[in-house]
């Protein structure tokens, strides 16, 4: 991915927000990929505003097939307060998910308790009661927004907000509840197709300096996302 395709949605001297592309990881790519902390912090040394190694700090992530709206730090004292918000769940995020199957209910709650497997890097519903250490409650409300027909299959757009940010939470939560993502192989996933349909389309947070509400919005129009929004 060439720098001039980032999208920078807004920047100051505190922080950046940009679109992270699918299939790019937030930070420490691999040794064949770069990831997108290393290329906006080339892109920054570019500009010649900055002498020696910019700092950028990571407040939260996107997984690598994910795309969607971050928000980075350039100073340590803005990270501090932006991972404060990120830590206390008060940093609001929304997704758009395609889904395999329609929820019982268009519009409802997933309450799940979580456990991180990091041998195989994946999470997994366990019962409440279970005192296993690494267990954490997982929940989000959804939205179902519309219907579509793609490639002999039914397919349904889903409006997702985070109340807990858990590893992998969106995609465990629904390929639990019965309605896997669309190309979510990982988690249950009946087709064959490369994507992950997944996008954090909004972030809301308050301005470290400014205290500012800050919201950011975007529409996700590759790969199946077509189907619902228009370039």
Known sequence: MQQKELRILYEDTSLLVCVKPAGIASQGGSIFQTDLTDLLKTLLKKRGEITGEPYLGVIHRLDQPVGGIMVFAKEPESA?????????????????????????????????YLLRDNRTNMSHVVD??????????????????EEKSYKEQKVWLAEITL?????????????????????????????????????????????????KVMQFDQKPTDGIFSLFFEK
Do not use: W
């Not at 830590?87 to 309450?111: H, Q, R």
């Not at 309605?179 to 308050?206: I, Q, W």
């Open 80 to 112: 501090a307060a932006l991972s404060a918000q990120a830590a206390s769940d008060k940093m609001k995020k929304c997704y758009y998910a395609v889904l395999e199957n329609k929820p019982v209910f268009t519009d409802g709650e997933l309450i799940n």
């Open 128 to 145: 409440e009661g279970k005192k296993e250490k690494g267990v954490k409650r997982a929940e989000l409300s959804y939205h179902i927004l």
């Open 163 to 211: 109340k807990t940010g858990r590893h992998h939470q969106i995609r465990v939560q629904f390929s639990h509840a019965g309605c896997p993502l669309y190309g979510d192989r990982k988690y249950n996933s009946t087709t064959e197709g490369k994507e992950l349909a997944l996008f954090s389309h909004y972030l809301e947070f308050v301005h470290p300096k400014t205290k």
